[in-house]
């Protein structure tokens, strides 16, 4: 990795398949990022345990999979470092260190915490590990001395605490051995889901990047439009309507989204034809993440993992160093 290029870390918690949304927030972002920055991807399935372990069964096969739809999606293996967390044991260990120095009161009043063990009812979140998510994630930064951060508004909170966990290390040892990440924001709305709700894995209402050409045009079929055009002859709203979000983001014919909103709101064009064309640039669009899916196998993805978690060790090691020096273990 280059000395002048500055480090990024973003990771994302194997719970499920990727879809559009991860796309637009996310992956589209890092793929341009790793032309510039030193970059680290990380499939964060510690995180995961810590909202499935009554049920880990599916993490190891869905770190695969992530692993799969970013490199279909072009994220560069001879570009990015693309790794696991739980093969690089040097998460664990710095973890360890900075819930040692982590305040309570700032874990119990981190806002992502406290909705969410608000919001995700059926599973037993009320646990140490849960609190100390953010302390986790503070380690994964720190262990890349990432600079940046490439993340959405949701995590912002956890950025602020792995700041505030770095100064205290700092000041408690006197050494300045981290940099101070700073979040670099998509710059997308969020994507709706299909239903015109918040995008999520449990109301399914979502298009996976490993969606096959059928089950994109039904999704699309089933899409929330205007519900109250009764019939395609009363005029409908453009606006709001995740139909036409979509066609905004999907469908690089300007022209022709132009002129479907023009039709929509004057009642000239049934839902029909909106979502066939729809399904067409999506599907379009989806062609070749999903042709380049196929050609990985599973072999290949274990492979680049293997080589992902050697060269996080190695950044990750030189940084335990200079942790445990201050510690006064080395
Ligand atoms: N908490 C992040 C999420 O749920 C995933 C994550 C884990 C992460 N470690 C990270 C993101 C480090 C950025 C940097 O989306």
Not at 272 to 301: C, G, H, M, W
Not at 313 to 323: D, T
Request: aromatic share 8%.
């Amino acid at each position: 990795m280059s000395n002048d290029r500055k480090n990024i870390l973003s990771g994302m918690r194997p719970t499920g398949r990727l879809h559009l949304g991860h796309y637009v927030g996310a992956i589209k972002n890092w793929v341009e990022l790793q032309e510039t920055y030193n970059s680290y991807f990380m499939v964060a399935d510690w995180h995961a345990l810590m909202s499935e372990y009554e049920n880990p069964s599916n993490i190891k096969l869905n770190s695969i999979e992530i692993a799969k739809d970013w490199i279909a999606c072009g994220i560069d293996p001879a570009k990015s470092v693309i790794f696991v967390q739980s093969m690089v044991p040097e998460h664990l260990e710095l973890n360890m260190v900075f819930s040692m120095i982590t305040p309570l009161g700032w874990l119990e009043r981190c806002t992502t915490y406290k909705e969410q063990l608000r919001e995700i009812t059926g599973r037993m979140l009320a646990t140490y590990g849960f609190l100390g998510y953010p302390v986790l994630q503070a380690a994964d930064i720190a262990l890349y001395n990432a600079h940046v951060v490439p993340v959405g508004v949701d995590q912002l909170p956890h950025l602020e605490l792995t700041r505030e966990i770095i100064r205290r290390f700092h000041s408690l040892y006197n050494k300045t051995i981290f940099n101070e990440p700073e979040p670099l924001l998509t710059q997308v709305p969020k994507l709706v889901g299909l239903d015109n709700r918040k995008m999520s894995k449990s109301y399914g209402n979502f298009i996976a990047l490993s969606d096959d050409a059928n089950v994109v045009k039904k999704k699309v079929r089933s899409m929330y439009t205007d519900p109250n055009r009764v019939s395609s002859d009363v005029p409908g709203n453009v606006e709001g309507n995740p139909v036409f979000m979509y066609h905004d983001i999907f469908n690089p014919d300007k022209n022709e989204v132009a002129d479907l909103k023009e039709r929509y709101k004057a009642g000239k064009v049934g839902d029909v034809e909106v979502k066939d064309k729809l399904q067409a640039a999506i599907n379009v669009f989806l062609e070749p993440i999903r042709s380049k899916r196929n050609t990985l196998t599973d072999d290949y993805i274990m492979n680049i993992l293997q080589e992902g978690a050697k060269a996080a060790r190695y950044q990750a090691g030189k940084v335990m160093s200079k942790v445990k020096k201050c510690l006064h273990q080395l």
